[in-house]
Nanobody
């Protein structure tokens, strides 16, 4: 049973920082993509940052150099600096994993990030 377990969300003041983590557990042979998305009520889930299948990174336009995605084996991180109230959302990690002979998409449970004074 593959699971993605997230941690690191919380309440932070504007201008502050948070680091999110997402660890994949279970049996799989490889990781194709890893990424972070976010969602607020009434809006579609949007890409925050991700690693593509080739290993390159991509960021949402709103990030503007404030966030950095990194990874270590089966864990993906999102370092968020200079947080703004509009960054308030539930953040989800997503991974595309290979369980031979197929590829599957998995989502974390979501972690709330609230930016408020």
């Amino acid at each position: 049973q593959v699971q993605l377990v997230e941690s690191g969300g919380g309440l932070v003041q504007p201008g502050g920082s948070l680091r999110l983590s997402c660890a994949a557990s279970g049996s799989f042979s490889s990781i194709i993509t890893m990424g972070w998305y976010r969602q607020t009520p009434g809006k579609e889930r949007e890409l925050v940052a991700g690693f593509t299948g080739s290993g390159s990174t991509k960021y949402g336009d709103f990030v503007k150099g404030r966030f950095t995605i990194s990874r270590d084996n089966a864990t993906v991180y999102l370092q968020m600096n200079s947080l703004r109230p509009e960054d308030t959302a539930v953040y989800y990690c997503k991974m595309d994993l290979v369980l031979p002979p197929r590829q599957y998409q998995y989502w974390g449970q979501g972690t709330q990030v609230t930016v408020s004074s």
